[in-house]
């Protein structure tokens, strides 16, 4: 962690998928997209397609945050143009009694599969990167049973069921505490919690109903595996109000999306955790003159020493072109290395 390195390194949120034809190629080839989550060649395949085109410094498992929901019984479909939804979403007390904390290696075995093929194919040529969805954002997808502008439902039941919203966020918890650790054992040298809803919460419910749970992952987690320590990334969407309380959790790195401006988020939390981030994906869509601007940009803000992972602030985007990838790629590592 924080380790001195010659460039900075850089990866990208979902960099295995749409934008790049020959992972249309794979998944057309597999049928739907959960078909090719479990297959365990497959996901192997697109999660090693962006290595072979760009210099990256990670890979990062494919699979969906919501393949916990799904284990718990909800039954995970995805609608063409129109996102993940659940044949059934939690709704009553009863329903969420009636969840059980998922067990990896019965449950999703297949994302265990994955994991230790990749690690297995990647021979050590960059570290792997496996994932989980927060409670929180898990939640909310369980609750609205599908994707959700304004998180009616959930925040119903924050609001005037507490108890009940706790429940369930422990459960999920429990549940991810399993999940990461069943990666870790696999082979996955790195863990993200993907927190993409916590910032929809007002200041104190996202005290108390995504951080709580997100520390209570951290302190669950194998910290040492192999030999090496695991580092943990923590990412919440729209976290930037929250930058001190999330680097408190005992994570090593914060990612940050490009709202923030990363020489201040530095200020902020000094040398305690690495800063990951921040492009916003649109400036992809930006001839190339102007990606590798806001590359040195990002890369001026940090400014000098080790504690800095380049990434986009968000997922890229399907619509991107595969060339502008390389373009941004590419300008991390020079202007870095100078």
């Known amino acids: 962690m924080r380790q001195p390195v010659d ?14 034809p020959e ?5 057309s080839q ?15 395949e697109v999660t090693l397609q962006p290595l072979e085109r760009y210099e990256m410094d990670a890979a ?61 194919e990647l021979n050590g040529r960059v570290p792997l990167i496996g994932f989980s969805g927060s409670p929180w954002t898990l939640a909310t997808y369980m609750i609205e049973g599908q ?25 999920l918890a429990l549940s991810v505490i399993d999940y990461l650790n069943a990666q ?13 809803w916590g910032g929809a919460l007002s200041h104190a ?5 995504s951080l709580a749970y997100m520390q209570k992952i951290v302190a669950g987690l194998i910290r040492h595996h192999d030999g090496r320590d695991v580092p943990v990334i923590l990412f919440t969407k729209g976290g930037g109000l929250w930058l001190e309380a999330m680097a408190d959790t005992g994570c090593h790195c914060l990612g940050l999306d490009w709202t923030m401006d990363i020489a201040r988020a530095r200020e902020r939390v000094g040398d305690k955790v690495a800063l990951q981030g921040n492009m916003d994906p649109a400036v992809l869509r930006a001839d190339p003159a102007v ?27 399907p619509d991107i072109d595969p060339e502008h990838v390389k373009v941004f790629i590419d300008a991390v590592h020079k202007f870095s290395g100078k």
């Open 291 to 317: 990606i590798e601007q806001q590359v040195a940009a990002i890369l001026r803000g940090f400014g000098q020493g080790s504690g800095h992972i380049f990434n986009l602030g968000h997922g890229i985007t």
């Open 147 to 171: 994707s959700s502008r304004d998180f009616a439902r959930a925040k119903t039941m924050l609001y005037t069921q507490p108890a009940l919203m706790h429940q369930l966020l422990d459960k």
């Open 205 to 209: 419910a996202y005290q108390e109903f």
């Open 23 to 27: 992972y249309r190629a794979v998944r």
């Open 7 to 20: 460039r900075t390194p850089v990866w990208m949120m979902r960099q295995a998928g749409r934008y790049l």
């Open 30 to 44: 597999a049928g739907d997209f959960m078909s090719l989550c479990k297959n365990t060649e497959l996901a192997c």
């Open 60 to 120: 990062i498992l494919f699979s969906d945050i919501l393949t916990i929901p799904d284990a718990m019984g909800l039954g995970l479909y995805f609608e063409t143009g129109e996102g993940p939804k659940f044949h059934k979403p939690v709704r009553t007390a009863a329903d969420i009694e009636n969840l059980q904390v998922i067990n990896t290696a019965k449950d999703l075995p297949y994302v265990t599969d994955a994991v230790t093929m990749i690690r297995r």
């Open 184 to 196: 870790i054992i696999a082979g996955a040298q790195v863990v993200q919690i993907f927190d993409t």
